[in-house]
């Protein structure tokens, strides 16, 4: 069974690779798995004493809890390597490291190492973060925030509530104030409450997770996502007349992460011509310990699933049904061709608003006003909005680990000024008043702005299209900064070790990037990924696509899928404006 479905996807890829000969979507399906490294790694507390390792550009942290292992496999020790401006600038750090620091300086240095430290057992919390505090000499009320971290429980609640129906409501409770803010006692009555609502709502409403203006994002960005989640949330699952389409996520080891979600934007788009609702199932890539109990080989496991929980039962049940299949109520993969899961029409639902989206990239010095394929280019950037709407628990504890390896000890630096004098020994009292709980808790983790995002490809992508070197890269990094001489940040993500390397000669730009062991030589992503290891090979690329999808500057190759896939993220996510700078010249996209 297993095996057959294997031999069906990679039918699939090659027929899928016919179509595209002589077509102009010559990527997508041949991409393979697209890996970032991430940080995560040994913690030595000894930092503490040893104050030197602090201020060095090496950091060596542990393998935050969540979910990652605390094994012993190669895959999941794993070095950080953040750059920072102060570590890494080229006229101070290693005169600071390599000759004696006054007592000041080295004083200055081990409190922010115990900060760095004190964040660290918090990010532990609740299993042994305690414990680790109380070796620190420190209790929880004597550390003060971590402005680049997040409180994972508190945003997954306000997800969770964001993504259901209250009670005998025909319409999600996006209307009113943001996050917790609506539990604040309010001074007008219900019914004007009431009918601000029905407005809100008779107006096209506000998607939670949409940030930016109608004209920061895509044609009917707002309205498409709010559309898109009423779709897949009928109210009444059982309903006889709500049809499924039920489909696994691709599983050939050829298909990477990137090309996984645009087969499935390509199946959103069938089922929503077709009336379904879609339900994903098996999701190879989250087979793994760190997602748990129902959440194990879903997505479900790093974003809020796609359909509601009465639905997929309904669906699943479906399955089983002999008259469902008769009747058409439900469907499946193999009732759709290849042709049309990756070049089938887009829902006109909404007219064709691709047709006069601006693509604000720039291509080979020229801004591309049309090109090819704009309607998948659109889609696609709607269904991976769609379908990344919320993250987990589990993936904002990824991506609180992954902030703090990369930018944690200089948040550290920061912070450290306007603490007592005296800290740890004397201690700010830390407010909680209702404007820190209903007002400050929906802000954006700290991360250092503006970041660049570049994202390089190499590696076996050269077998599909003209790969360009990292010099490249960094004359447009170089010209963008003529325009924004502020800007210094970039957050690196590639597979390739040799890049890395390379990235150290520019010393006028701080690269952040995360040290997974990196693809060598020629070997196979395919199998490159495999020698990570599942859960390893899946949450460092998803958290580096998130980082980079966060960021307000974008470099990359737009002929890779991911960085397509990152663009649509831009380009759903407020920052039309910020603009795409690609190096590959022979490509539209
Ligand atoms: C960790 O791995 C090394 C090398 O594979 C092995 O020698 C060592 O015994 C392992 N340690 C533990 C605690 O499993
Ligand atoms: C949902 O639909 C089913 C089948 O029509 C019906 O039996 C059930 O009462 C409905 N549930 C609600 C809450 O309306
Ligand atoms: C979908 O495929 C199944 C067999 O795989 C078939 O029985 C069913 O009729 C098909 N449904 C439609 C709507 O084509
Ligand atoms: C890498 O490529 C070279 C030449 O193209 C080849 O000789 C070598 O065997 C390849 N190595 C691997 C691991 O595939």
């Not at 506000?206 to 930016?212: E, L, N, Q, R, V």
């Not at 469907?331 to 691709?354: E, V």
Request: aromatic fraction near 10%; glycine fraction near 8%.
């Amino acid at each position: 069974m297993e095996a057959q479905s294997n031999q069906t996807a990679i039918e699939r890829v090659v027929s899928g690779r016919a179509l595209q000969m002589g077509s102009s979507f010559p990527c997508q399906v041949r991409v393979v798995g697209f890996l970032w490294g991430v940080c995560f790694a040994t913690l030595f507390l000894s930092a503490l004493t040893s104050f030197g390792a602090f201020g060095f550009s090496r950091v060596s942290l542990s393998p935050i809890s969540m979910g990652i292992p605390q094994g012993n496999s190669s895959s999941n020790i794993i070095n950080i390597f953040a750059r920072s401006d102060r570590d890494s600038d080229p006229k101070r750090p290693l005169g600071n490291v390599d000759s004696v620091p006054s007592g000041e300086q080295h004083q200055d240095r081990e409190r922010a190492s115990l900060l760095y430290s004190a964040w660290s057992a918090l990010l532990k919390e609740p299993t042994d973060g305690s414990e680790e505090l109380r070796k620190l000499g420190l209790s929880r009320s004597m550390v003060p925030s971590a402005p680049h971290l997040e409180d994972c429980k508190s945003h997954a609640g306000v997800n969770k509530r964001l993504d259901s129906y209250v009670k005998n409501e025909i319409f999600p409770p996006w209307t009113g104030w943001k996050g917790l803010l609506k539990m604040h006692s309010a001074s007008i009555t219900d019914e004007q409450l009431e009918n601000l609502r029905r407005q809100e709502i008779s107006e096209g409403s506000s998607p939670p997770w949409i940030t930016g203006s109608d004209q920061e994002n895509y044609p009917l960005t707002r309205k498409v996502q709010s559309d898109l989640w009423i779709h897949q949330h009928p109210s009444n699952c059982s309903d006889p007349r709500v049809r499924f389409l039920v489909a696994d996520w691709e599983r050939s080891p050829g298909f990477g992460i990137g090309a996984q979600i645009a087969a499935m934007c390509g199946l959103l788009a069938i089922a929503l011509r077709e009336k379904r609702v879609l339900v994903t199932n098996y999701y190879n890539r989250a087979d793994h310990d760190g997602c748990k109990g129902s959440a194990r080989s879903s997505w479900s496991c790093y974003f809020l699933p796609e359909t509601s929980q009465e639905c997929r039962d309904r669906a699943l049940e479906l399955i089983g049904s002999h008259d469902a299949w008769e009747s058409g109520i439900i469907t499946a993969k193999q009732n759709y061709s290849t042709k049309q899961i990756w070049h089938g029409k887009i829902p006109n639902f909404w007219g064709d608003p691709w047709t006069y989206l601006k693509p604000t990239t720039e291509i080979n010095g020229r801004l591309i006003s049309r090109h090819r394929e704009m309607d998948i280019r659109w889609w696609r950037a709607q269904g991976v909005r769609y379908l990344m709407r919320f993250q987990t628990k589990y993936t904002c504890g990824l991506m609180n680990a992954a902030r703090h390896a990369a930018f944690g000890a200089e948040a550290a630096k920061i912070v450290l000024p306007g603490l007592p004098e005296k800290w740890p020994q004397e201690a700010a009292e830390k407010p909680a008043s209702d404007i820190e709980r209903l007002v400050w808790s929906d802000r954006k983790p700290w991360v250092p702005r503006p970041l660049l995002s570049m994202r390089v490809r190499m590696g076996d992508k050269a077998g599909e299209m003209k790969v360009v070197g990292f010099e490249e890269y960094i004359r447009l990094a170089d010209r963008m900064r003529m325009r924004f001489p502020h800007l210094h940040s970039v957050w690196l993500s590639t597979e390739m070790q040799e890049v890395v390397d390379k990235s150290r000669s520019y010393a006028s730009w701080n690269f952040y990037n995360t040290d997974v062991r990196r693809q060598m030589g020629n070997a196979s992503m395919a199998e490159y990924e495999a020698s990570l290891g599942r859960e390893t090979s899946t949450n460092y690329p998803l958290v580096n696509f998130l980082m980079a999808s966060d960021a307000d500057f974008f470099i990359g190759a737009l002929g890779s899928n991911w960085c397509f896939l990152i663009d649509g993220m831009r380009n759903t996510g407020g920052k039309v404006m910020a603009g795409y700078l690609s190096v590959n010249k022979d490509r539209f996209w």
